[in-house]
């Protein structure tokens, strides 16, 4: 059977099989300009918004979606390729971003995960089997399910939870591949930070620029959106600023498929891949042109200690050139526990303050208000919800501070206006996410004493955390007084130091300019050489295209 996808300038068309031997087209408008596949003439630094981001995803097919495709391996290995890709070609288009598919695993004799009607306790229950029987390092793990869920929604995910092995993932229930690519958008949506636009829309708040097919985040119906709002763009970039999916910038190394010429990436036997958006032909021909961008890079590499990647806050370590690659370092983060206006954890300033500034716009109220609210272990204060649903759960003393959040004048809804918000009092309110998550409760990672972070609406010393030490670390030095500790547990030196532990002192070569003949054979030379050949290439294109010559 035939199934997939292929474009014009104007329309994307869907094939795939109906069931009956038949095979079904169809259509949909969207608006894409030309991508040329050009030499990069020199690499600038790199921003959250600029930088193509990666989502290296698992996907795991259920038994009966195993049974919805004959049960046949291959033909569930195909749908669920398409699905991806066509998911891709939004999120590359709309998001800069690019969905990877690294791993697949298919269910054929039975479900290794109970999988009912309620879409969030699957959710939970399939986070549960991922962190406990997965064993493929990715960014993302979502189940395609063959079944249909008691829920108004097509998917369940936890939201901001991309990168966390025990949140990133989601839940898609079965449709046909154009439905079902966009139930996979949206759920991969809530991972990186979007919320549903429906209450946002309806209030005035968010507005959608295709009103005739709707936006992603919201409700879907006969017509399938193509387009991410505003409002859910937003989230995504001030996800990424906030610290979120620091694993979105590190290129995948490998893939699902055998390494294959024209899907982008440069493989095992590459020494390029132009992607397969270049179907023109010159007299200069695709090899050569890769040939060109490949080798000419090779002469314009940065110096060592060049930022090419800033930090995106306290708790975020910039990528500097190796002086030796062409690419940027992956990105990493501070190890949890180094100190900021708070505490890091997981790549983020953890404050009260910080947090109830982004709920509700004010800051947190006083160490008194917590002693004596969250004390009482009421719906006005406590550490949570007891554990056979009736009631609340007293703060010991000592926990006060990582119970519910306490903020000052709360008379508004939540800033985010993520879903429905009850707020309770003055001082503290629950704000229920659609993975039920409460973001009512103070975040982990918060301080909440000397030397003490919050952990599950506890307060417990740093030590207890058990966050391991970079070499050449000690209890009053960190890498040898010469770096950072990353989240990977290896320092980042600072400039002029290198080595394991930061303990070598190589400083940085100051660069001679050149003077004479010579001027021209560096990166600037270089660079004009790239800059002809490019300009030529594309005039070239630009006049064959428009006299529709030298087209495949």
């Given amino acids: 059977f035939f199934r997939g996808m292929f474009s014009d300038s104007n329309f994307s068309y869907g094939i795939e099989p109906v069931g009956n031997g038949e095979v079904s087209v169809t259509l949909n408008q969207h608006d894409q300009g030309l991508c040329l596949c050009l030499p990069q003439v020199r690499r600038g630094q790199r921003t959250v918004q600029t930088e193509t981001k990666y989502i290296e995803l698992m996907i795991v097919n259920d038994y009966e979606l195993f049974v919805q495709l004959r049960r046949s391996t291959s033909q569930t290995k195909i749908f669920a390729k398409s699905v991806v890709n066509m998911a891709d070609l939004i999120y590359k288009e709309q998001l800069n971003t690019r969905i990877v598919l690294v791993a697949m695993e ?3 004799s039975e479900n290794r995960i109970a999988i009912g009607d309620d879409a969030l306790l699957t959710l939970r229950d399939f986070m549960k089997f991922r962190k406990e029987s997965i ?36 839940i898609n229930e079965f449709g046909s591949v154009g439905p079902m690519a966009i139930t996979l958008c949206q759920s991969l949506g809530q991972n990186i930070g979007m919320l549903r636009n429906k209450e946002r829309t309806a209030a005035g708040g968010c507005r959608c620029p295709d009103p005739w097919l709707g936006c992603i985040m919201e409700d879907t119906g006969y017509y399938l959106p193509r ?17 979120g999916g620091s694993c979105l910038f590190n290129k995948p190394t490998k893939l699902l498929d055998p390494p294959e010429c024209g899907n982008g990436y440069v493989e095992l036997g590459e020494e390029c891949d132009c992607g397969s958006l270049v179907t023109f032909t010159l007299t200069l021909t695709d090899s050569f042109l890769c040939f060109l961008v490949s080798h000419f890079s090779v002469l314009q590499y940065e110096l060592r200690g060049v930022t090419c990647r800033d930090g995106v806050n306290d708790c975020d370590i910039p990528e500097t050139c190796t002086g030796d690659s062409s690419q940027c370092p992956h990105n990493v983060h501070k190890l949890d526990g180094y100190t900021c206006e708070g505490r890091c954890y997981g790549g983020r300033c953890k404050t009260r303050d910080g947090q109830c500034r982004t709920l509700w716009g004010y800051n947190s109220a006083d160490r008194f208000c917590y002693e004596k609210l969250n004390s009482e272990g009421t719906e006005k204060g406590n550490c949570g919800p007891n554990p056979g649903g009736q009631g609340w759960v007293q703060c010991n003393k000592q926990d006060v501070l990582c119970g519910l959040l306490l903020c000052t004048n709360l008379t508004e809804r939540l800033r985010t206006r993520m879903l429905d918000c009850d707020c309770l009092s003055s001082r503290g309110g629950h704000a229920v996410l659609d993975d039920g998550l409460d973001l009512g409760y103070v975040d982990d990672g918060t301080p909440c004493g000397p030397n003490m972070m919050c952990l599950e609406r506890r307060c417990l010393p740093v030590p207890t955390f058990n ?20 989240n990977e547990v290896k320092c980042i030196c600072d400039p002029d130091y290198t080595g394991k532990d930061c303990s070598v002192f190589d400083p940085i070569p100051t660069p001679t300019p050149l003077e004479g003949p010579e001027k021209n054979k560096g990166p600037s030379g270089t660079n004009i050489i790239i800059g002809s050949v490019a300009g030529a290439i594309l005039l070239a294109a630009i006049i064959l295209g428009g006299t529709g010559w030298g087209f495949k």
Avoid: N
């Fill in 227 to 243: 387009k991410f709002s505003r409002c859910s763009i937003d989230e995504y970039l001030r996800f990424l600023q906030q610290g």
């Fill in 467 to 486: 966050l391991s030490s970079c070499p050449g670390s000690s209890t009053s030095r960190i890498c040898s007084h010469h770096g950072t500790c990353s």
């Fill in 106 to 108: 298919t269910w054929s």
């Fill in 135 to 170: 064993k493929q390092r990715c960014d993302a793990v979502h189940l395609f399910s063959g079944r249909t869920f008691m829920s108004s929604r097509s998917e369940a995910a936890y939201i901001g939870g991309i990168c966390s092995l025990t949140r990133g993932g989601g």
